[in-house]
């Protein structure tokens, strides 16, 4: 029997929460990490702080979320899509509205 190919990036991308951040990173144009641990927490999205970072690091790590530390005081760290990630939420909403209408 034909071993199943691996797909690591979409197993990324369809984790716990990750779907539902780049939404709301792609809605908000910039956001900050604080924005993003309260949408997510508030909205029972992960269950705890240590996970939006997780969900944060791994999007990063696929290059769909560019993440910027500002040098302030106290410092700032802003998260915004990169080009390939608003590619991909673009495909996403094409999918969501083709099964909207299946």
Same mark, same amino acid.
């Given at each position: 029997?034909?071993? !199943?190919?691996? +797909?690591?990036? $979409?197993?990324?991308? *369809? &984790?716990? &929460?990750?779907?539902?951040?780049? /939404? /709301? %990173? =792609?809605?908000?144009? =910039? %956001?900050? @990490?604080?924005?993003?641990?309260? /949408?997510? $927490? #508030?909205?029972?999205? %992960?269950?705890? #702080? &240590?996970?939006?970072?997780?969900?944060? +690091?791994?999007?990063?790590?696929? +290059?769909?979320? =560019? #993440?910027?530390?500002?040098?302030?005081? !106290?410092?700032?760290?802003? @998260? #915004?899509?990169?080009?390939? &990630? +608003?590619?991909?939420?673009?495909? $996403?909403?094409?999918?969501?509205? *083709?099964?909207?209408?299946?």
């Amino acid at each position: 029997m034909k071993k !199943p190919k691996q +797909r690591p990036l $979409l197993r990324e991308l *369809f &984790g716990k &929460g990750r779907i539902e951040v780049l /939404f /709301f %990173v =792609e809605k908000k144009i =910039e %956001v900050t @990490y604080s924005d993003v641990r309260d /949408f997510c $927490l #508030r909205n029972k999205i %992960v269950g705890s #702080r &240590g996970t939006v970072n997780i969900v944060l +690091r791994d999007l990063t790590d696929i +290059r769909l979320v =560019e #993440r910027k530390v500002m040098a302030t005081r !106290p410092v700032r760290t802003t @998260y #915004r899509l990169t080009q390939l &990630g +608003r590619q991909v939420v673009k495909h $996403l909403e094409i999918i969501e509205q *083709f099964l909207e209408e299946a």
